[in-house]
């Protein structure tokens, strides 16, 4: 009989979460029986999201793709991996050859946030250079305003929250989308600390705060600037902020365009709420988390811009306890210069805006496209767009393990290994701590990683020797900055380190890598939060659930309708539980309808990641926009209206 022995591996989790949390798999004959966090990981603490905790359904889903698939007019069918390659290759070849290589799109997403992905960025650069996407519709908005307004983008330590007096989540959802950041949390409550939670939707990170604050869509702007006008008012701000902020009298001039009333009013909050956020900013030191969802807006990097500027006066930059977090640099550590040509990319086509771009490039126009770790039919606006552009390329070839929306615009799919087959290294971008991903269960034959799909496409293309190192080898030349700093790659197999680059508290100093060694005080916004239309007076706001990572449902969780969660009072002719049509400029979709009076009467939420395919999909209804700055997508500012269903409107798919 076989041996029944257990076994445990340490790797990580490569999911697209501010937490890459490090894993324990407990192995029996060679499969995974038991995934638990690591407890000697200090931000992973032993515990797992819902989502990941539930992993072993989707690792051994009976629909997973195990083959290579290739089209056959509607349908697929099973292919070896050597007729795969050798007709890619050809094809890669050919059109290069015929209309130079930016004919071929390299679209590649956050499937797996592991390093050793850039290796195929890699490959296509040498190969091409290629069209790839620029921006990025996670977090760009507010990644663009770190850079202007600091010079610099990172976080405090995690556990620098452990000296906050008062803590700012401004539009955080950590109870969904990082849940690891609630230990802290929950340490600093017990302390005595004050929290305030700023967004537009009521959800579960409420509770948890002494104060609620509910602005309009869009309103945090207002918000930040009325909260600034009362720390000028009230000689509350720092009396050195001119010492190291640039643009301090225009800064004040524009909190001080308008009365409190006013930017209240514009915000649809109350004075009381601007003067509790203005206390908060004198409790010092107060830590403000800035959360990802307020920037996805069409001045999204704009309004992370004010919010910047507003905690930067009121002293609390550069004191442990304070600082602004928004992105830790999760790549901080790690050696890439092998994939810089992607900074300057032969063309590039805005990531919020890929379809149009699919369909409307020209010379050369878009004839192959390569898709892997990415649903971005499911995940981007204007999603039917999108799969028109793929389905319409003389090749599209998508990298996973599952028939996705995207996947199923293909004409190859190759099929691809989960997290728990993955040999590569992590960082995260809630905290500092490196992890590396080991495989603790062998992938079912038949399915490759995204390095061995490299390396035979290499192969066959003349790029062999660039790409036949080992894992390991990429994995040390990526460590090489850190690794006689205690992260070399035996450290990190040995556990979770630290990136001895990180800081515990940012520009300690007061120093800023701008221009001018200060901060880049914003002096000129549009404040105006988003406007609804009497048409369709509701925004859509597809948010993280957490039944998925974005598009990657928890068994039994996937499937239409899709909940849409309004107030009672924003859709009047209905009643709880009915069915209802979203409607958009761009589309339709039936939900059923979730009342909850503790939303806003001009919002309607539906979970992320629905599928085309189910009928779910809120990205089928957003238009393509490109925020102020930084490339991130307008995911958020859609109008839309409740209509009654009519035959033409299946209740699902
Ligand atoms: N369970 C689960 N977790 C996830 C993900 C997932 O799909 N599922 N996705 C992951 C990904 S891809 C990322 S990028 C991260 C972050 O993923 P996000 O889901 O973006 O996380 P948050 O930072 O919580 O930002 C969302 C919050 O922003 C709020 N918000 C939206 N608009 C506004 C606004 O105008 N003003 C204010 N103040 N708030 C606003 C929303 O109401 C929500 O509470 O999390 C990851 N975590
Ligand atoms: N309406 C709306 N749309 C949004 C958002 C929103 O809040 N609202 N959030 C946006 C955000 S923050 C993000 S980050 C994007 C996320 O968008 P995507 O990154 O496209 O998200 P996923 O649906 O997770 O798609 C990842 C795919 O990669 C596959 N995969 C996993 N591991 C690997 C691997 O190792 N190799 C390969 N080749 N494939 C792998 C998975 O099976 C999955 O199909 O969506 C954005 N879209
Ligand atoms: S998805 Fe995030 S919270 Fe969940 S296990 Fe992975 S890293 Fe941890
Ligand atoms: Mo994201």
């Given at each position: ?23 324990i ?9 038991r995934?638990q966090?690591?407890p000697q ?9 819902h ?39 050809e ?11 930016t ?41 663009a305003?770190?850079?202007?307004d ?9 556990f620098?929250?452990?000296?906050s ?10 109870y969904?989308?990082q ?16 929290f ?16 609620f ?6 309103g945090?702007?207002?918000?930040a ?5 009362i720390l000028?008012d ?21 909190a ?9 009013a ?6 009381a ?7 908060s ?42 600082g ?7 790549r ?18 805005p ?54 929306d ?7 799919i ?8 993955e ?7 809630g ?7 080991r495989?603790?269960?062998a992938?079912?034959p038949?399915v ?12 066959r ?14 994995k ?22 630290r ?12 120093k800023f890598?701008?221009?001018t060694?200060?901060?880049n005080?914003?002096?000129?916004v ?21 039944y998925?990572q ?23 002719s ?11 400029e761009l ?23 629905g ?43």
């Open positions: 009989m076989a041996s029944r022995q257990l076994k445990q591996v340490r790797t990580a989790c490569n999911r697209d979460c501010p937490d890459a949390c490090g894993l798999a407990d192995v029996q004959d060679g499969k995974v029986v995934l966090g690591d990981h200090p931000v992973t603490q032993g515990f797992l999201c989502r990941t905790s539930r992993f072993l359904d989707r690792q051994y889903d009976p629909q997973r793709i195990v083959t290579p698939l290739a089209r056959r007019g509607t349908d697929f069918q099973p292919i070896s991996w050597d007729e795969a390659l050798d007709q890619v290759a094809k890669l070849q050919q059109v290069r050859a015929q209309s130079g290589p004919s071929i799109l390299y679209y590649r997403s956050a499937g797996s946030m592991g390093l050793m992905k850039h290796v195929t960025d890699a490959f296509f650069e040498r190969f091409g250079p290629v069209t790839i996407k620029s921006g990025d519709v996670c977090s760009g908005a507010g990644d305003a770190q850079m202007l600091f010079g610099d983008e990172d976080g405090h330590d995690l620098d929250l452990d000296h007096q008062t803590v700012v989540l401004w539009g955080k959802n950590v969904v989308s849940v690891h950041l609630l230990p802290v949390l929950k340490r600093a409550q017990a302390r005595g600390v004050q305030t939670l700023i967004d537009p939707v009521w959800q579960q990170t409420a509770q948890l705060c002494n104060r604050i509910q602005p309009c869509p869009g945090d702007a207002a918000v600037l009325g909260t600034a006008r000028f009230q000689q509350w701000y720092d009396s050195e902020a001119s010492s190291y902020c640039d643009h301090l009298a225009e800064f004040q001039a524009l001080c365009s308008r009365d409190l009333d006013t930017w209240a514009m915000a649809d909050v109350s004075v709420d601007l003067q509790s956020l203005a206390h900013y004198t409790c010092h030191p107060t830590a403000t988390l800035i959360g990802w969802g307020l920037q996805r807006r069409r001045n999204g990097s704009a309004t992370v811009r004010v919010i910047d500027a507003l905690a930067s006066i009121s002293g609390n930059l550069g004191v442990p306890g304070g602004i977090s928004y992105c830790c640099k999760r901080g550590a790690f050696d890439l210069s092998f994939t810089t040509g992607l900074e300057q990319p032969a063309r590039a086509i990531e919020p805006l890929l379809g149009r771009g699919i369909l409307e490039a020209e010379d050369p126009p878009i004839r192959v496209a390569w898709v892997c770790g990415g649903n971005p039919v499911a995940m981007l606006p204007e999603s039917r767009r999108i799969a028109e552009g793929l389905q319409s390329r003389e090749m599209t070839v998508v990298v996973d393990s599952f028939m996705t995207t996947a199923r615009c293909a004409d190859i190759l099929p691809t290994t989960t997290m728990l087959e040999d590569d290294l992590l960082g995260a971008y905290h500092h701590w490196l992890v590396e991903s495989p603790a269960t992938p079912p038949g490759k990683s995204d390095y061995e799909i490299t390396q035979e496409l290499a192969h293309v003349g790029l062999g020797n660039d790409f036949s190192a080992e894992v390991d080898t990429w040390r030349h990526m460590l090489q900055r850190v690794s006689n700093r205690g992260a070399s790659l035996d450290d990190l197999r040995r556990g979770p380190v990136n001895p680059l990180a800081q515990q508290v940012m520009y300690r100093d007061r890598p701008t221009p060694g200060r901060v005080l914003v002096t000129d549009a404040t105006e939060p988003t406007p609804t239309t009497r048409l369709r007076p509701l925004l859509l706001m597809a948010l993280s659930t957490q998925s974005a598009s990657q449902w928890v068994a039994g969780h996937r499937g239409g309708p899709a909940v849409a969660t309004v107030h009672p009072a924003a859709a009047e209905f009643t709880d539980g009915d069915l209802a049509v979203v409607e958009s589309g339709r979709m039936t939900v059923r309808l979730q009342f909850d009076p503790r939303q806003r009467k001009d919002v309607l939420l539906v979970p992320k990641g599928w085309l395919a189910d009928g779910c999909c809120a990205n089928a209804l957003v238009p393509g926009e490109v925020t102020d700055d930084g490339g991130c997508a307008v995911f958020y500012d859609t109008p839309v209206r409740l209509l009654l269903p009519t035959p033409a409107d299946p209740p699902t798919g």
